[in-house]
């Protein structure tokens, strides 16, 4: 059997741990293996190559993707579905591994229902696919955060500073939510739940009051956060996938500077942008990617298709690729209340 693995959206730390785990259970079993390049771009274009032994060799602990990634969305193609699987068949290709989000999820199951064999692999820093309990990159993503607090406490305290941090998640704030939980953030703003400018000026105030003399706020970017208007561009470039660059947007910036004329407290911001998606993978990043990867091999092999192995109450369990990209899943009221005992 000749499969193909693809890689597609954002990069996340952890997926060359699972294009590994993929292509060395698949030549345990005897199949071969081909490496789509840059995505479903490559996927597109013809642009595979054959992966060996060798070309997964110390590429565990390695951030990125030894085969790229790109936005490209072939259902935005003209033809787009029936042109990858000419291609697949062009390379005698008899099943794909498509590792990614909710957007490259999307395509690997329009390819499965045009008839194309498929399984799928959990990644995105956002953690938001609906039915899994891991995805690739969060864990990695949510230590990159913890880390940059602990160092922002420090500064923060020294100066009597408010400082903005923000964070990636573009619809959830599950990033936000674990990394300002466990880096002892003071605020923590995500998309699922709405708070005014004023709120957030009250909370600085009421902290100042208590004799605690700076701040942390964490804020997700794709909060739109009542009473303020980001600087950037509302209606930016939109990608294949339809989204804007977040990043653009700036919702720390225009934060940190409305509060600091509000309240007169001296704020700084800091956007940790991609530094969440690089770098090595964290041990339960390795762990969990190399299982699922293992998994979808095996899948393959054994002729299943149009599923994605996920994790679930703590197992490795096969579900429907439809399942994961059915909903996004959001931080729920119980956990985002946790971090209000905090503030
Ligand atoms: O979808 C994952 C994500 O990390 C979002 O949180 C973020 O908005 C986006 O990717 C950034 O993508 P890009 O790499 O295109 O700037």
Known sequence: ?????????????????????????????????????????????????ELRPESVRGILPLGGTILGTSRTNPLKE?????????????????GLVAIGGDDTLSVARGLSDAGFPVVGVPKTIDNDLSATEFCIGFDTAVTVVVEALDRLHTTASAHHRVMVVEVMGRDTGWVGMGGGLAGGADLIIIPEFEVSLGEVAEHLYRRRGDGKDFSII??????????????????GKKDAFGHVQLSKLGVGDALARRLEEETGFETRVTVLGHLQRGGSPSPLDRIWATRLGVTAAELLHAGKAGVIPIRRNGDVVTVALAEVVSETRRVPRDLYDLGAVFG
């Open 1 to 49: 059997m000749r499969i193909a693995i693809l890689t597609g959206g954002g990069d996340a730390p952890g997926l060359n741990a699972a294009i590994r785990g993929v292509a060395r259970r698949a030549f345990q079993l005897g199949d071969r293996v081909m490496g789509v390049k840059n995505g479903w771009a490559g996927a597109l274009e013809g642009d595979l190559e």
């Open 78 to 94: 003209p033809d787009g579905l029936k042109r990858v699987i000419n291609v697949m068949r062009r390379h005698a290709v008899d």
């Open 218 to 235: 964490v804020v997700a970017e794709g909060v739109k956060l009542a009473g303020l208007a980001p600087e950037g561009e509302e209606e």
